[in-house]
């Protein structure tokens, strides 16, 4: 059972916008801020989003984040076939002092 | 070019131990926090804590505290992270990862069967 709660799944087609939500509590979310990470089968993580809404250089904007209270959100747009991944949220959390990840999303274009 | 390289796939028995290198090229290794994240074969990432590679000060997760050490040495770049009292469910994939941002370690197989 993971700290962070993330749906185990998530579709969309060519084209299309998609949102894969983060829930997490006051000691962690509401407190601190999310990163974002996209794994491709068979690879290492990669950083997608810092600090709630940041992208490292080389990320497309056609991703974004955000946050409220204690939950976050990563945006999609334009959905493309190489977009199938799995994705994790992440933040520190002050109860437990480190940094919790969620499940997992795996998200599945068309 | 920013680079962290991991050490090979080790087979283990129950019981044993493992120690994970992962060199850092590109950049001022002693700048950076290195966290290390394991991920057990089908399920996701999980943190296992992270070391000062100028103070030498780490941060473990409550799960692997006392059989968890992490460990860095200067003078060649180099975190190590080792598990001791391995169980068949330390399987996994352990990744080196700098500051939780990038670059990651190409990630190295711990496979413990008797």
């Known amino acids: 059972q993971s700290v962070l709660t993330q749906p185990p799944s998530a579709s969309g087609t060519p084209g299309q916008r998609v949102t894969i939500s983060c829930s997490g509590s006051?000691?962690?979310?509401?407190?601190?801020?999310v990163n974002w990470y996209q794994q491709l089968p068979g690879t290492a993580p990669k950083l997608l989003i810092y600090?709630?809404?940041q992208r490292p250089s080389g990320v497309p904007d056609r991703f974004s984040g955000s946050k409220s209270g204690t939950s976050a959100s990563l945006a999609i747009s334009g959905l493309q076939s190489e977009d199938e991944a799995a994705y994790y949220c992440?933040?520190?959390?002050?109860?437990?002092?480190?940094?919790?990840f969620g499940g997992g999303t795996k998200l599945t274009v068309l | 070019q920013l680079q962290l390289v991991q050490s090979g796939a080790e087979v283990k028995k129950p019981g044993a131990s493992v120690k994970v290198s992962c060199k850092a090229s590109?950049?001022?290794?002693?700048?950076?926090?290195m966290h290390w994240v394991r991920q057990a074969p089908g399920q996701g990432l999980e943190w296992m804590g992270r070391?000062?590679?100028?103070?030498?000060?780490?941060n473990y997760a409550q799960k692997f505290q006392g059989r968890v050490t992490m460990t860095r040495d200067t003078s060649i770049s180099t975190a190590y992270m080792e598990v001791s009292g391995l169980r068949s469910d330390d399987t996994a994939v352990y990744y080196c990862?700098?500051?939780?941002?990038?670059?990651w370690g190409q990630g190295t197989l711990v496979t413990v069967s008797s």
């Open positions: 590109g950049y001022t290794f002693t700048d950076y926090y």
């Open positions: 600090t709630n809404n």
């Open positions: 990862a700098r500051q939780l941002g990038a670059p």
């Open positions: 006051s000691s962690n979310i509401g407190s601190a801020t």
């Open positions: 992440a933040a520190w959390d002050d109860s437990l002092n480190g940094w919790v």
């Open positions: 070391i000062n590679p100028n103070s030498g000060g780490t």
